[in-house]
Each structure stands twice: as structure tokens, then as C-alpha cells.
T-cell receptor, first 115, second 113 residues
């Protein structure tokens, strides 16, 4: 069964360092998302992406964040200068159906720890 | 704005008990509604969905009905099992030019044998 894969599963970084989280969405999907979850609590929307551009972003997704789909298969989230409060589990998701009715398929997440 | 409110947990039930997890929403436009489940150490996975008023979504014995008049989408199951222990998230998705799915805070369910 097709699945969304994320790497790394866990990354530890120093405050101020750049981090890139990688995702390979399901191959025929067209809609891509990043979410984060702090301490197993609320799942917060960061950004949605379609047709090679950002569709919508939240207030959390400030100038320190960027997304890219560099090669037609990977979908990356970059945090330019990490802060302590960026420590969270980051989930990538993709959908093959036209928003907003489509099911999101989530990866297993990348845990980011900022020291 | 768009938001989802669901009952706080944790909810602790004995096996075979009846489950209700309340969810209400506010939305601009006409949202689709979802319940997702997260098992320990995993990502979220879709449990059920409803895309228009009065639709009932159902899966694995769980069901929820899209109630436009009360802006609700309560999750129910007649007889829970230990394996249902997980965190349940109510969510809505609406197209406002862009698109996003937003989630409630999650309700943790513990089922005791």
C-alpha cells in the first residue's frame, strides 16, 4: 500500500541552526501539507502546497519557514534558524483528491529537538 | 474564522462501553468534516468523513453524522475494545481560495479490559 515517508525520524539540533525535513508523498498525489504536533497535543497546520506554490499558510509559518518540491517527488520543509519552541513532531501529509473533501495521508513524522 | 472544538480527555471506558466524543465547529463556507485517529508512535489516519449535511460517516463500528443545524460531528461507537485506545481528532476542511484541514485538540481514549 502506498505511503508517505519522512526523514529523518528524529533530529537533534542546536538553536540557530538550519534544519531540512524531507517527505516523499504518495506518488500520484497533488496536494501536500506540513503540520506540527507539540508534546502529543494539538495538530497545528503550517502550510499547504499545490501546483508548485503555497496555497495557504498559518501564522506559525513565518519567514523562518519555507517549503519546496525540488524534484517532483520530494517535499521539504526548511527551518532557517531554529528556536527552542520549534521542538515538535512534524508531519507531512498528501492528498490525491480535490480539496477540501479529500482524505489526508500522513507520514509517521519527524521529531525535531532543538537544544 | 474556522475552528474545531472537541471534548477534553482523557476518556476512560471499560471494554464494551458506549463511546461518545463531542465535536463542534465554526466555519466560513461549507466544510467537509473528518475524524482522524492516532495510535501511539504513529501518524494520523482517517477514521471516517462526511462531506455534506446529514451525511453519516462510518468505519470499524465508529460513526458520526454531519449536523449543520447544530454545527456538530460527534463520534460514537456502540461497544469499544481495548484496541480502540488512541487519540481521536475531529477536523474540518474548507476551501477559502486556498485550502487547509484544521484539527481539534484531540481526545485521548483509554479502554480498560
Amino acid at each position: 500500500e502506498p505511503e508517505v515517508t519522512q526523514t529523518p525520524s528524529h533530529q537533534v539540533t542546536q538553536m540557530g541552526q538550519e534544519v531540512i525535513l524531507r517527505c516523499v508523498p504518495i506518488s500520484n498525489h497533488l496536494y501536500f501539507y506540513w503540520y506540527r504536533q507539540i508534546l502529543g497535543q494539538k495538530v497545528e497546520f503550517l502550510v499547504s502546497f499545490y501546483n508548485n506554490e503555497i496555497s495557504e499558510k498559518s501564522e506559525i509559518f513565518d519567514d523562518q519557514f519555507s517549503v519546496e518540491r525540488p524534484d517532483g517527488s520530494n517535499f521539504t520543509l526548511k527551518i532557517r534558524s531554529t528556536k527552542l519552541e520549534d521542538s515538535a513532531m512534524y508531519f507531512c501529509a498528501s492528498s490525491g483528491e480535490v480539496a477540501p473533501t479529500g482524505e489526508l495521508f500522513f507520514g509517521e513524522g519527524s521529531r525535531l529537538t532543538v537544544l | 474564522g474556522n475552528s474545531v472544538t472537541q471534548m477534553e480527555g482523557p476518556v476512560t471506558l471499560s471494554e464494551e462501553a458506549f463511546l461518545t466524543i463531542n465535536c463542534t465547529y465554526t466555519a466560513t463556507g461549507y466544510p467537509s468534516l473528518f475524524w482522524y485517529v492516532q495510535y501511539p508512535g504513529e501518524g494520523l489516519q482517517l477514521l471516517l468523513k462526511a462531506t455534506k449535511a446529514d451525511d453519516k460517516g462510518s468505519n470499524k463500528g465508529f460513526e458520526a453524522t454531519y449536523r449543520k443545524e447544530t454545527t456538530s460531528f460527534h463520534l460514537e461507537k456502540g461497544s469499544v475494545q481495548v484496541s480502540d485506545s488512541a487519540v481521536y481528532f475531529c477536523a474540518l476542511s474548507v476551501n477559502t481560495g486556498g485550502f487547509k484541514t484544521i484539527f481539534g485538540a484531540g481526545t485521548r481514549l483509554f479502554v480498560k479490559a
